[in-house]
């Protein structure tokens, strides 16, 4: 049984540059999450998709930020034209759908993004 | 709006000890989940214990039990026998009526002591 699994695990690219992130999800789970951690901060939510749709955008994703879930398996995080404030590491997280125990989401290990 | 409130930045504890970690809540669900991750210095953030807001036992697993206190909303980790390897930040986490957003406090920092 594989966990998340989210590549690459570290990322330093030049201010202005584009940078994608992939992550593939625990197989049976239908929900994707994408979410955003700084230093000293707990993580913060960015967008979910259930199977391919994407049903929910946190203010935080600016119009730079886009995701994908093409064929409702992996997932896709794109940032364009990078900002030194997008330095963080960016979870991926998977779930059931539904509520109770069985929605618990499960965390990659993240993808750390250093913009210099 | 959904919000989770961790106290206390750092705690320090000796091995083999028990520690609490405070962790309150505020939502006007009626049905909601509250979670309890570890995240040690590589990154990954690990599951530890669940409570859903209708179970009236407190949740149990391992050497980890969830205090919760539904009138108080509180929700308190408590770790028995403290291990080196618990040393890590530790995230109280809520799941919303819809399910579809997890909030997240600013997480506890816990230092195991030889």
């Known amino acids: 049984d594989t966990g998340v699994s989210q590549d690459p695990r570290h990322k330093i690219t030049k201010r202005g540059q584009n940078v994608t992130f992939r992550c593939d999800p625990i197989s049976e789970h239908n929900r994707l999450y994408w979410y955003r951690q700084t230093l000293g901060q707990g993580p913060e939510f960015l967008t979910y998709f259930q199977n391919e749709a994407q049903l929910e955008k946190s203010r935080l994703l600016s119009d730079r930020f886009s995701a994908e879930r093409p064929k409702g398996s992996f997932s896709t995080l794109e940032i364009q034209r990078t900002e030194q404030g997008d330095s963080a590491m960016y979870l991926c997280?998977?779930?059931?759908?539904?509520?109770?125990?069985?929605?618990?989401?499960?965390f990659g290990e993240g993808s750390w993004l250093t913009v210099v | 709006a959904q919000k989770i409130t961790q106290t206390q930045p750092g705690m320090f504890v000796q091995e083999k000890e028990a520690v609490t970690l405070d962790c309150t809540y505020d939502?006007?669900?009626?049905?909601?989940?509250l979670f309890w991750y570890k995240q040690p210095s590589s990154g990954e953030m690990i599951f530890l214990i669940y409570?859903?807001?209708?179970?009236?036992q407190n949740a149990t697993e391992g050497r980890y039990s969830l205090n919760f206190q539904k009138a108080r909303k509180s929700a308190n980790l408590v770790i028995s026998a403290s291990q080196l390897g618990d040393s890590a930040m530790y995230f109280c986490?809520?799941?919303?009526?819809?399910?579809?957003?997890?909030?997240f406090g600013t997480g506890t920092s816990l230092t195991v002591i030889p």
């Open positions: 997280a998977s779930s059931f759908s539904g509520t109770g125990l069985r929605n618990t989401i499960y």
């Open positions: 409570q859903g807001s209708y179970d009236e």
């Open positions: 939502t006007s669900d009626q049905s909601y989940g």
């Open positions: 986490a809520m799941r919303g009526r819809t399910g579809n957003q997890f909030y």
